[in-house]
């Protein structure tokens, strides 16, 4: 490596060096960033957090309800969710449909059901009801 030093009052201030190495040393450090996000994220899943097919994520970003992408995805049936959930099959069915936004207690019954969390539920538009 080819560098240049410049000094300040004694003390070594700045280093210079050609502008190939140093793009070389920006994609050196770009690799080692990937590689411990890689390692990080290999360390996650041994500890056991959970993939998500992309099915499911892009279901989610295209808007559609998250109570029932998530159930499809558990395999819950309606009327299962509905009744360990302690909901009529008609407000499970509103709530899919966004017409009735979950109360707190439900939503976060509804989220240990499916194993995700209450925020992972709650659809980005405003629902017209509460139940």
């Known amino acids: 490596m080819n560098v240049q030093v410049i000094e300040k009052n ?5 280093a210079v060096i050609p502008y190939d190495e140093y793009q070389e040393m920006l994609d050196a450090m770009e690799m ?52 360990r959930a302690g909901i009529s099959l008609f407000d499970l069915a509103q709530i899919e449909a966004g017409k009735q936004q979950p109360a707190t207690d439900i939503l976060a019954q509804l989220a240990e059901i499916l194993r995700v969390e209450p925020v992972d539920l709650v659809e980005t538009s405003t629902a017209d009801t509460v139940l």
Do not use: F, M, T
Request: hydrophobic letters at 45%; proline letters at 4%; aromatic letters at 8%.
């Open 32 to 83: 080692l960033a990937d590689i411990r996000a890689y390692d990080e994220a290999k360390a996650a899943i041994q500890a056991g957090e959970e993939l998500i097919p992309s099915e499911i994520v892009y279901a989610l970003l295209d808007g559609e309800n998250p109570v029932r992408v998530w159930r499809e995805y558990r395999g819950v049936a309606l009327a299962d969710l509905a009744g």
């Open 10 to 14: 004694g003390q070594i201030e700045w």
